[in-house]
T-cell receptor, first 114, second 111 residues
């Protein structure tokens, strides 16, 4: 089944800088990927999903790049602001073994300082 | 927007006691999931379900049972709670291979 690795575990940037989070995956058959944001004490909020036939997707200051050759997915927060401070997770579905489920990366704690 | 409601939001239980965490979704989603979240581990799948009457083991099912009596409800049951089950639990739902929607989580402390 799918395995997902995420880095870095912690990321600190200044307001206005960009922040990049990277996930690598193992299953080349994965159909789509998702990024989630979790603010302190809250649940997971879906930020963006991309299908595997998409190389790049941009929405509201977020850019997701998918490099299928290297099996790498990245989330770029352009011009980060303090409200972006949260834990970010990538996720990919796994269809092998015990069935259809989502596999999450271990998360990146992003701190955006004014 | 799809909504997933968990109850209770916070729970303190004694070791050896029985705990039931409830999840309700009115989105008519087939698939429902229970995850736990611990520092250093991210989210790990405990049990999931394809629909009413179905429960499947996830990656860390030991010590947990699940029940899906209806399309809307999916419960996680700890028959004999242990301190190692202190965690934050998230329920989620989705239909087929689409976006997953999460509840706000249940913080469980076993003392």
């Amino acid at each position: 089944g799918e395995q997902v690795e995420q880095r870095p575990p912690h990321l600190s940037v200044r307001e206005g800088d960009s922040a990049i989070i990277i996930c690598t995956y193992t299953d080349s058959a994965t159909a789509y990927f998702s990024w989630y944001k979790q603010e302190a004490g809250a649940g997971l909020q879906l930020l963006m999903s991309v299908l595997s036939n998409v190389d790049r997707k941009e929405e509201q200051g977020l850019t997701v790049l998918l490099n299928k050759k290297d099996k790498r997915l990245s989330l770029n927060l352009t011009a980060a602001h303090p409200g972006d401070s949260a834990v970010y997770f990538c996720a990919a579905p796994s269809y092998g073994g015990s069935g259809n489920k989502l596999i999450f990366g271990t998360g990146t704690l992003l701190s955006v300082k004014p | 927007e799809a909504a997933v409601t968990q109850s209770p939001r916070n729970k303190v239980a004694v070791t050896g006691g029985k705990v039931t965490l409830s999840c309700n979704q009115t989105n008519n989603h087939n698939n429902m999931y229970w995850y736990r979240q611990d520092t250093g581990h991210g989210l790990r799948l405990i049990h999931y379900s394809y629909g009413a009457g179905s429960t499947e083991k996830g990656d860390i099912p030991d010590g947990y049972k699940a029940s899906r009596p209806s399309q809307e409800n999916f419960s996680l049951i700890l028959e004999l709670a242990t301190p190692s089950q202190t965690s934050v639990y998230f329920c989620a739902s989705r239909i087929a291979n689409t976006e997953v929607f999460f509840g706000k989580g249940t913080r469980l402390t076993v003392v």
